[in-house]
């Protein structure tokens, strides 16, 4: 299993030669790139983004506006640096524009975006995007929320498996998609190989048995993501740094080791530490080492 770090994780004054620099230096061997939107006042208003602490934030290399020319800079930077780029990832089509909206041109919007997330991806050289394709809304059906979400997702495979990406559905607390069956059934559905779950680890611990959903998942999952929870906290404010929660991570691995995931295993530390944020990614980079070792 390969060792990777998500840019959010970094602070959004750190230009991203130095994030893919020391990220070499703490001994991560992959990158997953954030893509945003061109415009920082779009987000001002998110209330979830803001208590991640990346409200406002814009990828100057990464955007809705970025061309080709662009992307490739941007990959090229990352192999001068030593680092490949594994995942592309977003909360674009989850709070600006998601393809669980009653509203069809917003939808259409959030899969213009996640189109140019996977070509993104291609001309990076990752093999997977992260979509995050909305949430339930109290005043609209469930049923029509999943077959939105569906909708948008078989509309995207084409281009998916034209370029070789993954489509990669992430779990969060989003009021939606909270169960490891239905998470599975709501991918098998959607009948493209290309098609699977970005499985978040500590976003499934106020849910039940993080090992048991790994199981569940199994050949579905594309890509991890790693942090720790606090389950006496509860909240948003109990995500933390790895092994200072409650995950149990020889099961984790273990469950990992019998479906033999191989994939990349991405910390995902947001909002980045306030102080000495490196040595919080550092010890992170120790830790994931630590969790693979003793399984």
């Known amino acids: 299993m390969r060792k990777g770090v998500n840019q959010f994780s970094f602070p959004d004054s750190m230009a991203m030669a130095d994030c893919f620099r020391e990220a070499r230096r703490m001994g991560y061997d992959a990158f997953e790139v954030s893509m945003t939107l061109d415009d920082s006042s779009v987000k001002s208003s998110w209330s979830v983004a803001g208590d991640l602490g990346i409200a406002g934030y814009v990828n100057p290399m990464l955007n809705s506006a970025s061309t080709d020319s662009d992307i490739d800079r941007l990959r090229r930077l990352a192999a001068d640096e030593g680092m490949s780029i594994c995942s592309v990832a977003s909360v674009v089509p989850f709070m600006a524009f998601p393809l669980t909206s009653p509203d069809e041109a917003t939808r259409l919007e959030g ?3 996640v189109h140019r997330m996977i070509e993104a991806a291609a001309i990076l050289g990752a093999d997977t995007a992260m979509v995050i394709p909305g949430g339930a809304l109290p005043d609209v059906s469930y049923e029509s929320t999943y077959r939105w979400a569906q909708e948008s997702l078989a509309r995207l495979c084409p281009k998916a498996e034209a370029l070789g990406v ?20 709501f991918v098998d559905e959607i009948g493209s190989p290309n098609v699977g779950i970005y ?3 500590a976003n499934s611990m106020i849910l039940g048995y993080p090992e048991q959903w790994i199981r569940m998942f199994g050949h579905r999952i594309k890509k991890v993501h790693l942090k720790d929870f606090r389950l006496a906290v509860g909240n948003i404010t109990g995500f933390t740094n790895l092994l200072d929660g409650d995950v149990d991570w020889l099961a984790v691995v273990r469950a990992l080791r019998e479906i033999s995931y191989d994939g990349d295993m991405v910390v995902e530390l947001i909002p980045p530490a306030k102080h000495h944020f490196l040595q919080t990614l550092r010890q992170a980079s120790d ?9």
């Open 166 to 185: 993954n489509l990669a559905v992430e779990n969060v607390w989003n009021h939606f998609l909270y169960s490891p069956l239905e998470l599975t059934r």
């Open 287 to 295: 830790a994931v080492d630590v969790i693979l070792k003793n399984d």
């Open 111 to 113: 899969e213009r975006f």
């Open 199 to 201: 499985y978040d680890i």
